[in-house]
């Protein structure tokens, strides 16, 4: 098992430009989120999907959408990239909503 | 919102010493969890805690959920160079809320 995979690895925007962050993960597991860590502080839950065919904003949703494409797959997408946007992103997933598995991150960079 | 904080935000030790660090919450949790997150990579977790006394180990890590179920701490014993990481503690109400992440110890060991 590959447990959560993460596409990109690295990625540097432009302001502006628009991009999707790409996660799967093999668990079969119903819930999937994605936060965003910064420096010198924990990680905050961006959007969460508790299961497929639904999708719920966390504690800081503005500037991104997601997808919940399937059970697998739950996606990620900045519209219009900005500055504060820079950050590593995590995708997770858990069969319950507390025991979270994380992928190993996408660090994106916004100029 | 909830806050969790996490105390100390660092620690610089030796090979062998023990470790002790520690979670506080505004507001009661029902469930504690215990992340450990290796530079480069996503969180893994290492502890989960689901009653108030509860004393958990994994190895050379014990956890323990506080009586007050406001706390929990996390102790290493004798700590070795693979030890080094930043440990997230994370605490949620009920199975249906998200959840709320701790700013991290950052442990560093010197051999």
């Known amino acids: 098992n590959a447990g959560v995979t993460q596409t990109p690895k690295f990625q540097v925007l432009k302001t502006g430009q628009s991009m999707t962050l790409q996660c799967a993960q093999d668990?079969?597991?119903?819930?999937m989120y994605w936060y965003r860590q910064d420096p010198g502080m924990g990680l905050r839950l961006i959007y969460y999907s508790a299961s497929e065919g639904t999708t719920d904003k966390g504690e800081v949703p503005n500037g991104y959408n997601v997808s919940r494409l399937n059970k697998r797959e739950f996606s990620l997408r900045l519209e219009s990239a900005a500055p504060s946007q820079t950050s590593v992103y995590f995708c997770?997933?858990?069969?319950?909503?507390?025991?979270?598995?994380f992928g190993p991150g996408t660090r994106l960079t916004v100029t | 919102g909830q806050q969790l904080n996490q105390s100390p935000q660092s620690m610089f030790i030796q090979e062998g010493e023990d470790v002790s660090m520690n979670c506080t919450s505004s507001s009661i949790f029902n469930t504690w969890l215990w992340y450990k997150q290796e530079p480069g990579e996503g969180p893994v977790l290492l502890i989960a805690?689901?009653?108030?006394?509860e004393l958990t180990s994994n190895g050379r890590l014990t956890a323990q959920f506080g009586i007050t179920r406001k706390d929990s701490f996390l102790n290493i014993s004798a700590s070795i160079p693979s030890d080094v990481g930043i440990y997230f503690c994370a605490g949620q109400l009920n199975a249906g809320n998200m959840l709320t992440f701790g700013g991290g110890t950052r442990l560093m060991v010197k051999p």
């Open positions: 668990m079969n597991h119903n819930s």
């Open positions: 997770a997933s858990s069969v319950r909503n507390y025991e979270q598995y």
């Open positions: 805690l689901y009653k108030a006394g």
